[in-house]
Every structure is written in C-alpha cells, then in structure tokens.
C-alpha cells in the first residue's frame, strides 16, 4: 500500500510538472503536502523537518508540488517579478480540523506574517485548518499562499472559487505593501481589523463615510496614514465585499477582531465575546449585502 500511495505521489507532482495545475480530488488522508518543485534534496529534507515529517512519512500522506510557473500565475498580477522570484522553494502542510477555524505557524518566512496568512486564507474560503509553512531559508513566502490554497484543494477535494483566491492574494499583498510603508506589518494588521470593525458596526453608506471611518482608525491606534493608504484598505473593502463569504467565515474574522483589539489594549470589557462575534458577524454580513448592491 506505501508504495501503491508513494507512485500516486509521484504521478501526481509529475502531472503538476507538466500541466502547471494540481488535480483536485477528494481524499481519505487528513494531510496534504505542497512542496516547492525547486528545492534541493538538502532543502527538502529540511523542510520536512520543520513540518515534523520525515521521508517515510510522504508515503501516508498526499504530496504534491508548486512550480514557479504556478506562483506567477497567482501572484503575476500584484507583486513584481524580483519579489516572487525564479524558483520555488515555498513548502506547506495543511491539515484537517473538525472545528476551530485556521492555525497558522510559520518557519523562515519573512515577508508574510501569521495574521496575513490567516487573514487572506479565511478571504480564499478555507476553513477548519493547520496550516504551516516553511522555506528551507529565509524568503518572503508570498508563494506560500499559493501552495497553501493548492494543498487545501486537493485535501477537501473542492475548487476555491478564483474570485475569492484573487481577493485572498490582494488582501495579502496590500496587508504586506501597507505595512512596509508603515514600517510594521503588525500595524497594518491592526489597521485593517480595526477598520473592518468601524465599517461594519457604522452602517456606512458611502465611499467618504468607510474612508472617514478608515482614518479613525488609524487616529484611534496613532497610525499616521495618507489617502493612497487609506485607499488602498478602500479599494480592498469593495472587492471583499463582493465574495460569497460564508457566517461561519464572518465569525472566525469577527473573533479575530476582538482579540486583536483586545491586545492591543483597546477596552472590550462592555462586550460578551460570544455576543461581540455574533454581532460583527451579523454587521459583517449586512455590510457585504449593501456592498454587493451598491458596487455591482
């Protein structure tokens, strides 16, 4: 069985190679491996090892590869060439949960935070989720994405709607090049979560009230922000506002919200968790509904 599973393998990062897409198909294994098609056998066997797996181990579970190819076509569009860059070395794994929502951990990733991870993956539509990704040395990780949208694929057996895997790329890029230009990827994070939090509860009806809610938010945690900033996280509101995200989503990201806010050392004492999530849930839907009517 090991070696009817190890060929399978090796069909299926051979079809990759070839074709430049992952066939989706749905699995009784509860692990799923992307590797990056570039890596050494050195780098291999280290990234293996900080995904606490080791060569026998590939035989019981589903691997597949990530060619360069693959991570141009995905992030071609919003992040230049020098920065996806000619080889692909980016590694994940992703495992089921019953429940839970998405963990993120991540190894000798520089660019792409946890939180940006997580963020854009719920955006992507994934759910109920470990996701760990790991490089064999330090580089962004922007391809990381790709691979974790690509193992998740072939772990449930469902396509990712592309609109939602685009909006995911976008929210991941922004987060990153907001940050950058703060000086703080955590700020940007911030920024943006606590930005949801206002355009949702407000019950804004116009571009100048979610931009006026925007700087708010930046005033509120001492971030100075220009209007191309402020645009940006705008620009990002419309396209997500446009997904079919589902209440559970809304809910994962409603609970992130509060503990982001929380930690920031932002008085959420008047608010029940459960209640705080339900509600910016519910306000999160209602806003993605007005979005949907007044941006189509």
Known sequence: MK??????????????????????????????????????AGQKAKVLQMMDLTEDDLNDVNVTVITNQMEKEKLGDYLPANVIGSRALSSVKVENRDSGGIDV??????????GMYKNALITAGVKNADVTVVAPTY??????????????????????????????????????????QLGSKEDAENLIALAKQKVASGDLKSDEDIMQAIKEAAKELNISITDDQANMILDLMKKISKLDLSQSELKQQAS??????????IDMSQYDKQSFIDKVSDLLGQFIDFCKSLFS
């Open 3 to 40: 070696k009817i599973k190890h060929f399978l393998s090796l069909a299926l990062a051979a079809a990759v190679l070839v074709t430049g897409t992952i066939p989706v198909f749905a699995d009784s294994s509860d692990t799923y491996v992307a590797l990056g098609a570039d890596l050494t």
């Open 105 to 114: 951990t991540t190894q000798n990733i520089s660019y792409c935070t946890v």
């Open 139 to 180: 580089i962004s990780g922007t391809a990381g994405l790709v691979g974790a949208m690509n193992a998740y694929e072939g772990l449930t057996g469902k396509k990712l709607d592309s609109d939602n895997q685009d909006a995911a790329v976008d929210e991941l890029v922004t987060t990153g090049d907001l940050g950058s």
């Open 256 to 265: 992130d919200i509060y503990d982001r806010l929380q930690s920031l050392g």
